[in-house]
């Protein structure tokens, strides 16, 4: 029942964190080995969610400080993904859906780590301010300021990568 109802959403998070699809998979999985064995930790003080998302945080990291010895710069194979993406015909699927998902994706992962991590904390998680707070050890209003200041970078960045395609969804 916890994959079925939760797979999506530690999905989503690894993903942002690992940037590798098969690494995702693979974090996922763990998270989900993990949980079910911590399940008697969770004393019910927050949303399920919350909890679970520190168990993703937690494995996510972990994983991330043993791959490290053996990768590259991420910021260069993120600058090759974004021009293979405008290289190949992003422009042209701009108007559906997943285009737009997409595309809001690449954006989030221009921005700083607490950036991303906010706004998909918010949107994708769906996770309240105080709940954010839990989880980065911040006040829920210091978490408000932030998400908005992280708003406006996310939109800056979208206009500044991904002009036309704003354009286009905003002509419709």
């Not at 949107?123 to 050890?137: A, F, H, P």
Request: charged share 30%; with cysteine.
């Amino acid at each position: 029942m916890l994959v079925e109802r939760y797979q999506n959403y530690v999905f989503t998070l690894v993903l942002r964190f690992t940037d590798v699809r098969e690494d995702a998979e693979e974090v996922s999985q763990d998270v989900f080995v993990k949980a079910y064995r911590s399940l008697a930790d969770f004393r019910g003080e927050s949303k399920f969610s919350t909890w679970l998302y520190t168990v993703v945080r937690t494995s996510c990291i972990t994983f991330l400080r043993k791959k490290k010895l053996e990768t590259t710069s991420i910021d260069n194979e993120r600058t090759l993904i974004q021009l293979e993406n405008r290289e190949s015909g992003f422009k042209a699927n701009a108007i559906e859906q997943k285009s737009r998902h997409a595309m809001v994706n690449d954006a989030i992962r221009l921005l700083s780590p607490d950036d991303a991590q906010l706004i998909t904390l918010f949107y994708k998680g769906e996770q309240s301010l105080e709940e954010i707070g839990r989880i980065m050890g911040l006040d829920p209003n210091t978490v408000k300021v932030k998400l908005h200041r992280a708003r406006h970078r996310l939109k800056e960045k979208m206009e500044k990568h991904f002009s036309y395609e704003v354009q286009d969804i905003q002509g419709e």
